[in-house]
């Protein structure tokens, strides 16, 4: 018996890949640093960083070099009296990278928003049953 082909599903076909959304930048800590560094422009200094995130100083070090090895953050170093200092900024790329991966999380939620409302129930199917 020949299957009947879904007139639609060519058209949906990987409609919920999601290409866009960057691994780099989908880890939980290091979408926070760089939020946190997008609400800040002008950059913020590790300690501020780390506090902002909640992170420990090995854990913030080790996604600020994924994030600077990927061109995302900048470093900066400097000295503010006798203490060494240290300034992190999204580069300019990481800040566009940044703006179009908010924007495909955005289609995520809106998408989700709207398939939940299609389906305000779950019926079961014919013939099948929960495993």
Known sequence: MARRKDSGADERA????YEGLDRVIHEKA?????????????????????ALCRLTDGNL?????????????EI???KRGSRQQTLYR??????????DYIGVLESVVADAH?????GT???????????
């Open 14 to 17: 990987g409609r919920f890949g």
């Open 30 to 50: 290091r979408l926070g640093i760089l939020t946190s560094l997008a609400s800040n422009e002008g950059g913020l200094l590790f300690n501020d960083l780390k």
């Open 61 to 73: 070090s080790r996604h600020l070099a994924v994030l600077s090895e990927a061109e995302l953050v």
């Open 76 to 78: 900066w170093k400097g």
């Open 90 to 99: 999204l580069t300019a790329s990481g800040r566009k990278r940044f703006a």
């Open 114 to 118: 709207r398939e939940m409302k299609k």
């Open 121 to 131: 129930r779950s019926r079961p199917l014919w013939g099948w049953s929960p495993a």
